[in-house]
């Protein structure tokens, strides 16, 4: 997935740069979101990919905006447990192509673990006063979500 | 040269640190190679700084080259790298496994670390690579 252009030509001045570039990269995963809940390891993979953008675009500006810090920690850790998915998936192709029948139903098993954790960490970042309420507040976006 | 406002000179002290960032650990990388750490820190800043240029596009001259290098650096190193995260993952299944999954794991396993191997060279040239020394 690429990564969408964000135009800063006009911004007038940091605050307002990292707002936009904030609310393009949050829009991102919350258009990949939907992919929590289906099983196909593509958009899975958007999803993680959108959720890194957004987390090294808050790191990035960490000094400026410290109360995106637990919105910093949570896409953390969702992208480790959609990193491991992602990593499962890579495994199931291995196992498919050498016949290893035992180790894709434990490489299955394990995917869908992490699939449901990240599912839960998602869902309760948008909880009231959750991981993700400073970026909701700076955004204006996911609001309908919480 | 026109002058800089506020944002371009905002923008490109931003990603001058992620800049430095990755040359630091490619200078430690370059005085002792040890895949396993160094191939995992290279990768992970020059994405953040691929991340920092992509954002900041707009304000950021030569953002193209600089994205196309550390692209390049993510690439050439992204065998190793897989490589060891599978094998670390499989190791750790085998720990629970019956007999009959071990065989299928050690068979995978091998095979990973061959791949592995083959692609050290093009992960250490890569961090050698004058070409993908990242400058404004």
């Known amino acids: ?146 | 040269m026109p002058p800089r406002d506020d944002v371009t000179a905002w923008a490109m002290a931003l990603v001058r640190r992620r800049m430095g960032a990755l040359a630091a650990v490619r200078a430690k990388a370059r005085r002792r190679w040890k895949a396993g750490r160094h191939v995992h820190e290279l990768r992970t800043n020059a994405r953040r700084l691929r991340a920092a240029v992509e954002d900041l596009r707009t304000r950021v001259p030569g953002a193209q080259a600089l994205i196309d290098a550390s692209k390049e650096l993510g690439k050439r190193t992204g065998k190793v790298r897989d490589a060891h995260v599978l094998i670390d993952k499989l190791q750790h299944y085998r720990h629970f496994a019956l007999p009959a999954e071990r065989s299928e794991i050690d068979v995978i396993c091998r095979d990973l670390r061959k791949a592995g191997k083959a692609a050290q060279k093009s992960a250490q040239a890569a961090v050698a690579d004058a070409r993908l020394e990242l400058r404004w």
Not at chain 1, 100 to 119: G, N, S, T
Request: glycine letters at 4%.
């Open chain 1, 1 to 146: 997935m690429k990564a969408r252009p964000i135009p800063l030509q006009d911004v007038r001045g940091p605050q307002d740069a990292m707002r936009r570039i904030l609310s393009v990269r949050f829009a991102e995963v919350l258009a990949q979101a939907p992919a929590l809940s289906q099983p196909r390891p593509e958009p899975l993979h958007d999803l993680r990919i959108a959720c890194k953008r957004l987390r090294y675009a808050v790191e990035l500006f960490a000094d400026a905006l410290p109360e995106c810090k637990s919105a910093e920690r949570r896409l953390s850790q969702l992208q480790d447990e959609l990193g491991e998915a992602h990593d499962c998936d890579v495994l199931l192709q291995f196992a498919k192509q050498s016949g290893a029948q035992h180790l894709a139903k434990r490489v299955l098993r394990d995917r869908e673990r992490r699939v449901k954790r990240a599912a839960n960490l998602w869902e309760r970042a948008f909880a009231r006063k959750g991981a993700f309420s400073s970026l909701i507040g700076l955004t204006g976006l996911g609001a309908a979500l919480t």
